[in-house]
């Protein structure tokens, strides 16, 4: 199983990005976001259950939105209002089977 991140990058305080994560098979657990300073240890942002049903991590609530697309294999995380704090690397996981896979970070830069 391989799951491909993309979308991170440099963006302006108050901005927006999309981050995206196609997992190369179909997924029937939960998909989710984390991030990880570094020297710190990786924390939860978000994640969906293949339902739908979301959950945040209290200082995204409002600002960031994760959904996926069954279809696809892909799971999504708009982030909007961004904060130089956010900065930092984000890294998809997927749940299959019991497992949870993956992928590589991308890093999201939050310029003040």
């Known amino acids: 199983v391989q799951l491909q991140a993309s979308g991170g990058g440099l963006v302006q305080a108050g901005g927006s990005l999309r981050l995206s994560c196609a997992a190369s098979?179909?997924?029937?657990?939960?998909m989710g976001w984390y991030r990880q300073a570094l020297g710190k240890q990786r924390d939860l942002v978000a994640h969906?259950?293949?339902?739908?049903?979301?959950n945040y991590e209290d200082s995204v609530k409002g600002r960031f939105t994760i959904s996926r697309d069954n279809a696809k294999n892909t799971v999504y995380l708009q982030m909007n209002s961004l904060k130089p704090e956010d900065t930092t690397v984000y890294y998809c996981?997927?749940?299959?089977?019991?497992?949870?896979?993956w992928g590589k970070g991308t890093l999201v830069t939050v310029s003040s």
């Open positions: 969906i259950s293949r339902s739908g049903i979301t």
């Open positions: 098979t179909s997924v029937t657990g939960t």
């Open positions: 996981v997927a749940n299959i089977g019991g497992m949870a896979y």
